[in-house]
């Protein structure tokens, strides 16, 4: 199990270098709108999943009007503000992981990516850390 740690690892890292490379084309944004244009209704089926939806918009200063508007904002994204929030949000060279399961294994595999900083759960500070 710990090898297909470093498997997903890699493909997330080659994945990021892509997108940092080449970016998103039209194809792919367009594919995507229509992937989340499909689910975007089965996530708002109960008046629990709306309720829930509201209040995570409110929470996150979007507001409850958000549901009526989202479609048309997704419609509304171009390939350059695709491109243009990855390099943002998504940068290749100050990344953190978080991996949990039998230390050994796992630095083993790890440990070729960068330096590693190791935690017990119940280390001092452990769910304050940056």
Same mark, same amino acid.
């Given at each position: +199990?710990?090898?297909?740690?470093q498997?997903?690892l ?5 994945? &990021?270098?892509?997108?940092?490379? =080449?970016?998103?084309?039209? /194809?792919? $944004? +367009? ?7 499909? +689910?975007?209704? %089965? %996530? #708002?089926? %109960? $008046?629990? +999943?709306?309720?829930?939806? *509201?209040?995570? &918009? /409110?929470? @996150? ?15 509304? #994204? %171009?390939?350059? /503000? ?5 390099? *943002? @949000?998504?940068?290749?060279?100050? #990344? ?9 294994? &796992?630095?083993?595999?790890? =440990?070729? @990516?960068?330096? $590693? =900083? =190791?935690?017990k ?5 452990? @769910?304050?850390?940056?």
């Amino acid at each position: +199990q710990a090898r297909s740690v470093q498997r997903a690892l890699t493909i997330c890292l080659e994945q &990021l270098r892509r997108l940092h490379e =080449e970016g998103i084309d039209a /194809e792919t $944004l +367009q594919s995507t709108k229509n992937f989340i244009r499909g +689910q975007y209704p %089965t %996530t #708002l089926e %109960t $008046l629990d +999943q709306i309720a829930g939806l *509201a209040c995570d &918009l /409110e929470f @996150y200063g979007a507001g409850p009007q958000m549901i009526n508007t989202y479609l048309d904002k997704l419609d509304a #994204l %171009t390939v350059a /503000e695709v491109n243009r929030v990855a390099q *943002a @949000y998504f940068p290749h060279d100050k #990344l953190a992981f978080v991996f949990a399961g039998p230390a050994k294994k &796992l630095r083993k595999l790890v =440990e070729v @990516y960068g330096p $590693l =900083e =190791e935690l017990k759960m119940n280390s001092p500070g452990f @769910y304050r850390r940056a």
